[in-house]
Antibody
Framework: EVQLVESGEGLVQPGSSMKLSCVAS????????MNWIRQAPKKGLEWIAL????????YYADSVKGRFTISRDNSKNTLYLEMNSLRSEDTAMYYC?????????WGQGVMVTVSS | DIVMTQAPLSVSVTPGESASISCRSS???????????VYWYLQKPGKSPQLLIY???NLASGVPDRFSGSGSETDFTLKISRVEAEDVGIYYC?????????FGSGTKLEIK
C-alpha cells in the first residue's frame, strides 16, 4: 500500500524558515517524481514544486521561487520542502504527492501557519 | 501559465441522477504524442484530494466506473453517473502539460 506521511507542521512568524518532510512507502520512491501542493484555508489547490526522480530537475511556482527549495533523499525515501522568508500568504495545508499517472497518491497534509 | 476554468461553481444532485462538470483550458492540452494531459481529482470533506481520471479519459485505480472523463483539446467534462452520497466534495481539474502545473478552482458537488 502506497503511503505518504508528511511532518513538520507548525506555527511560525513571518520571515522565518521551516522544513517539511514526506516519508514514502509502498512503492519504489527513487523511480518517481514528487511534488508539493498546498491549499490555503477554504481555497483551492496550488501546485508549488516538482522534483524529478533523480533530482536532475526541479520546478517551482512563481509564488515560491527563490524562497522554497524542494529536495529528496532516495536512500531515505524522503521528500523535503525547505521554506524560507515565510509570508502570511504561505499559510496553508501542504501535501506531498507522487507523480505517476497524474498526482496519483497524496499525503494527509501538514498545516503551516505563518503569523505574528 | 495555462488557466483552467471550471463550471459550475457548485452543483446539487439527487442520488441516482447524473452530474457533469466542465473544465476549459486556456491552451490545448493535447501533446504531440497524442496524450491529452488533463486530470480530475476529488477532495472529499476533510480529506486529501484523490485522483479520479488521468489523461482525460482513463479511470484511476479503485475509482468506480460511474465516473468518466471526456473532451477535446481545450474542453473537458467529468461525468458522474448514478450519483451516490459518497460522491460529495470538491472536484478539481488539473493540467500536467507544462509547468507551472495548474488546477481549476473547483466545483462543489452536494446531494439534494
Amino acid at each position: 500500500e502506497v503511503q505518504l506521511v508528511e511532518s513538520g507542521e507548525g506555527l511560525v512568524q513571518p520571515g522565518s524558515s521551516m522544513k517539511l518532510s514526506c516519508v514514502a512507502s509502498g512503492f519504489t520512491f527513487s523511480n518517481y517524481g514528487m511534488n508539493w501542493i498546498r491549499q490555503a484555508p477554504k481555497k483551492g489547490l496550488e501546485w508549488i514544486a516538482l522534483i524529478y526522480y533523480d533530482s536532475s530537475s526541479k520546478y517551482y511556482a512563481d509564488s515560491v521561487k527563490g524562497r522554497f527549495t524542494i529536495s529528496r533523499d532516495n536512500s531515505k525515501n524522503t521528500l523535503y520542502l525547505e521554506m524560507n522568508s515565510l509570508r502570511s500568504e504561505d499559510t496553508a495545508m501542504y501535501y506531498c504527492a507522487k507523480y505517476g499517472s497524474g498526482f496519483d497518491y497524496w499525503g494527509q497534509g501538514v498545516m503551516v501557519t505563518v503569523s505574528s | 501559465d495555462i488557466v483552467m476554468t471550471q463550471a459550475p461553481l457548485s452543483v446539487s444532485v439527487t442520488p441516482g441522477e447524473s452530474a457533469s462538470i466542465s473544465c476549459r483550458s486556456s491552451k490545448s492540452l493535447l501533446h504531440s504524442n497524442g496524450i491529452t494531459y488533463v486530470y480530475w481529482y476529488l477532495q472529499k470533506p476533510g480529506k486529501s484530494p484523490q485522483l479520479l481520471i488521468y489523461r482525460m479519459s482513463n479511470l484511476a485505480s479503485g475509482v468506480p466506473d460511474r465516473f468518466s472523463g471526456s473532451g477535446s483539446e481545450t474542453d473537458f467534462t467529468l461525468k458522474i453517473s448514478r450519483v451516490e452520497a459518497e460522491d460529495v466534495g470538491i472536484y478539481y481539474c488539473g493540467q500536467l502539460l507544462e509547468n507551472p502545473l495548474t488546477f481549476g478552482s473547483g466545483t462543489k458537488l452536494e446531494i439534494k
